[in-house]
């Protein structure tokens, strides 16, 4: 599957963002996906994941209560709300696809993806 992450930018401390993962290639269904991130310097983090479903979620500590992921099968796009953003969220933004469909603990990490997006660069100014 090809993944093709967007809506990065540049947003003052407090504002929001959404970003977008186009799938194509394969049945987008069969997936679970994630969103990582990356600052520079540091190693790449875990955001947030969904189930192939849509009905369970997961969320990394200093996320959880103001990203929301969510997807839409019949766009195979996957989405990541961003609300109330800090300059701590600076980072690249990939999306990932894992295709075993384990859930779990699994998702949070970048071991259990198979495919993964360009990565969309988000920068948030105080």
């Known amino acids: 599957v090809q993944l093709q992450a967007s809506g990065g930018g540049l947003v003052q401390a407090g504002g929001s963002l959404r970003l977008s993962c186009a799938a194509s290639?394969?049945?987008?269904?069969?997936?679970?996906m994630g969103w990582f991130r990356q600052a520079p310097g540091k190693e790449r983090e875990f955001v947030a994941a969904?189930?192939?479903?849509?009905?369970?979620?997961y969320y990394a500590g200093s996320v959880k209560g103001r990203f929301t992921i969510s997807r839409d099968n019949a766009k195979n796009t996957v989405y990541l709300q961003m609300n109330t953003l800090k300059p701590e969220d600076t980072a690249v933004y990939y999306c990932a696809a894992e295709e075993s469909r384990r859930g779990g603990t699994w998702l949070r990490t970048t071991d259990a993806y198979d495919y993964w997006g360009q990565g969309t660069q988000v920068t948030v100014s105080s």
């Open positions: 290639g394969r049945t987008f269904s069969n997936f679970d």
């Open positions: 969904i189930r192939w479903s849509g009905g369970v979620t």
